[in-house]
């Protein structure tokens, strides 16, 4: 029996039906395995994103039917760090109509647990921030029962645009802008800041809501310029 006849690489010669292989072809399917095993290796998913099951990979989406749970017995059980130019290390985000984008829970029956914590160690930085657009709510905060405590600060609170100083003078009548806009059931609260005896403010109350307009009555017209401290609660 005579041997096999072999091709100009060494190999066996195919079959009349396959085509012949060239080292340039080799070559390729070389390589292709060669970066396949080296994405493998680096843990970059060539394929479809992480589904259940799946480990999370960095840079890809998880698309999963269950909640990812991770737990510690020390230490943060998840860590994101933000380094370099402004941006956001955590960011949590809902699309449905009453979905909550970020939620934390206290569930320990001992001890002063807290559900969500923010802690702020530069001069001027805030150690929690809250913005509404579109006219909702900058934040909402509820007790589940008469015994909780639903909001809770350590420090000053800054209500931006929802508070400030007003300069006015003549008469005992005053409108004030309100920047952000009111609603028909936003009350107003208002004190004098500066000192007039038998004066005092007899009413706080929104003018046009529409406009972002309060008014703030006295019980008499101020003799000098005077300064009136005023907070809208919506």
């Given at each position: 029996m005579s041997a096999p006849e072999r091709d100009h690489l060494g190999g066996p010669t195919g079959s009349p039906a396959d085509p012949p292989r060239t080292r340039r072809d080799l070559l390729r399917r070389g390589s292709v395995a060669a970066a396949a095993s080296v994405l493998g290796v680096l843990g970059v998913a060539s394929g479809a994103s992480a589904k259940n099951g799946d480990p999370v990979r960095a840079g890809e989406n998880t698309s999963a039917t269950k909640a990812t749970t991770l737990e510690s017995r020390k230490g943060p059980a998840l860590q994101a760090r933000l380094a370099g130019s402004p941006g956001v290390a955590v960011k949590g985000s809902a699309s449905s109509p009453r979905g909550i984008g970020v939620q934390g829970e206290a569930t320990s029956q001992k001890g002063a647990s807290v559900g969500v914590?923010?802690?702020?160690?530069?001069?001027?930085?805030?150690?929690?921030?809250?913005?509404?657009?579109?006219?909702?709510?900058?934040?909402?905060a509820e007790a589940s029962d008469r015994a909780g405590v639903a909001l809770r600060t350590k420090g000053r609170l800054?209500?931006?645009?929802?508070?400030?100083?007003?300069?006015?003078?003549?008469?005992?009548?005053?409108?004030?802008?309100?920047?952000?806009?009111?609603?028909d059931k936003s009350i107003i609260l208002a004190t004098l800041q500066d000192h007039f005896p038998g004066v005092h403010v007899e009413s706080a109350s929104v003018l046009d809501a529409k406009e972002g307009l309060i008014v703030v009555r006295l019980s008499q017209a101020v003799p000098e310029p005077a300064r009136v401290g005023w907070i809208v609660l919506d």
């Open positions: 914590q923010g802690l702020s160690e530069s001069p001027d930085g805030v150690a929690g921030q809250f913005v509404a657009k579109g006219g909702g709510r900058a934040i909402e800054e209500l931006t645009e929802r508070s400030g100083v007003s300069s006015v003078s003549g008469g005992a009548e005053f409108v004030i802008p309100v920047a952000g806009g009111l609603s």
